[in-house]
């Protein structure tokens, strides 16, 4: 398994305990670790077997749209829904 990660992504999610934390949405820097046995990619040189950097990305800035949590320690959700095509997704915010 290799590793790559996207540091620093910005999203602006609506977290906090209160409602009125929670109300607006607020800027989160996202560190996000993607595993992937990339020995296919590797050897077919095809871009169809790696990941899409820019999808994961842009899907992680989108999952937050008319979702609120109370806890940071909530990512887990994040890490639990986002998983597809066999990659472990780790977030640290």
Same mark, same amino acid.
């Given at each position: 398994m290799? #590793?790559i ?14 409602? =009125? =934390? #929670?109300? $607006?949405?607020? #800027? ?19 871009i169809e $077997? ?8 842009d =899907?992680?800035?989108k999952?937050?749209?008319g979702?609120? *949590? $109370?806890l940071?320690?909530?990512? *887990? ?6 998983? *597809? #095509? ?8």
């Amino acid at each position: 398994m290799s #590793r790559i990660s996207i540091v620093d992504l910005e999203v602006h999610y609506c977290v906090g305990v209160t409602d =009125e =934390e #929670r109300a $607006k949405p607020q #800027r989160l820097l996202l560190t996000v670790d993607l595993s992937l046995d990339f020995s296919s990619a590797s050897i077919s040189d095809r871009i169809e $077997k790696s990941i899409d950097y820019q999808q994961v990305a842009d =899907e992680l800035v989108k999952f937050g749209e008319g979702r609120n *949590w $109370k806890l940071l320690e909530s990512s *887990w959700i994040i890490s639990r829904t986002l998983s *597809w #095509r066999g990659l472990s997704l780790n977030l640290c915010s």
